[in-house]
């Protein structure tokens, strides 16, 4: 399976989950990057435009790509909602084959994973390399990692959430197990999203995988590109990273 299997059949209930998890807690970190940003903004992976949004309404012209057709459908919808469609473009694309003219962007966001979801060296190499060409001299890659997955605990069929969905009278309960691939470094995370309506019932099933990959090892592929890492965080307010943070963040530029 590769890392991108899945995210089509998460669009419908990934922003319902997000709110319940990951909420906003990174989105002010995000709008900073954009607002010290001295040219376009590029967001690897922008789905729903969770984060895309939020960087555009600070004023800065952003690009999102995405694989997935039925994230950006949403994320798509959104915009014209929030009105946002002179600062945000979406592109449907490959992020280890950038759309994008070289050293067209001053600032690559990479939120939320997005670059473990590539499940081998050779796809995060090519993306890195991706990145490099697309970044202005003295341009930023600033990358959040899931942090630690190599320690998360395997358990089988667990009731993670319930709820509502906005906007719908569905009942959603995400039921989740946790399987370790210790040989590929690959974490599986099995979601069942069971949409309740009244009496009808539907289950939606499908598996998202993240690799595992260290602080270090993502630092060291980043140097052999070329780029020049300037801080390692571990918090979204620039706090110090250790093994134990919760955040994990890198923040590299582009030599001038």
């Known amino acids: 399976m590769e890392g991108w299997s899945g995210w089509d059949d998460y669009a419908r209930f990934y922003d319902w989950e997000n709110a319940q998890t990951m909420g906003r807690r990174d989105v002010k970190f995000w709008q900073q990057m954009a607002r010290e940003a001295d040219g376009p903004v590029l967001e690897l992976g922008a789905g729903t435009g969770r984060v895309s949004l939020p960087m555009a309404r600070t004023g800065a012209i952003v690009v999102g790509v995405d694989r997935s057709a039925s994230m950006l459908a949403r994320a798509h919808k959104r915009i014209r909602l929030a009105k946002l469609g002179a600062h945000l473009h979406l592109v449907r694309g490959d992020i280890r084959y950038l759309p994008l003219p070289s050293a067209s962007v001053s600032l690559t966001a990479a939120p939320y994973g997005i670059l473990q979801s590539l499940l081998d060296d050779d796809a995060l190499d090519a993306t890195l390399r991706s990145v490099f060409r697309v970044l202005r001299r003295g341009g930023t890659f600033a990358i959040d990692m899931v942090s630690d997955l190599v320690s998360w605990q395997e358990y089988d069929r667990r009731v993670k959430l319930r709820g509502t969905m906005r906007g719908s009278e569905a009942h959603i309960t995400l039921v989740e197990s946790v399987r370790q691939d210790r040989e590929r470094g690959v974490t599986i995370f099995d979601q069942e999203f069971i949409e309740r ?8 099933a499908f598996s998202i995988r993240f690799r595992t990959v260290s602080v ?5 592929r980043l140097e052999l590109v070329g780029f020049t890492v300037s801080a390692v965080l571990g918090d979204y307010a620039g706090g110090p990273w250790d093994a134990r943070a919760d955040v994990w963040l890198i923040v590299a530029r582009r030599p001038e």
Do not use: F, I, L, P
């Not at 270090?216 to 060291?220: A, D, F, K, L, P």
């Open 197 to 204: 309506r009244g009496a009808r019932r539907h289950v939606h």
């Open 216 to 220: 270090q090892e993502m630092r060291r």
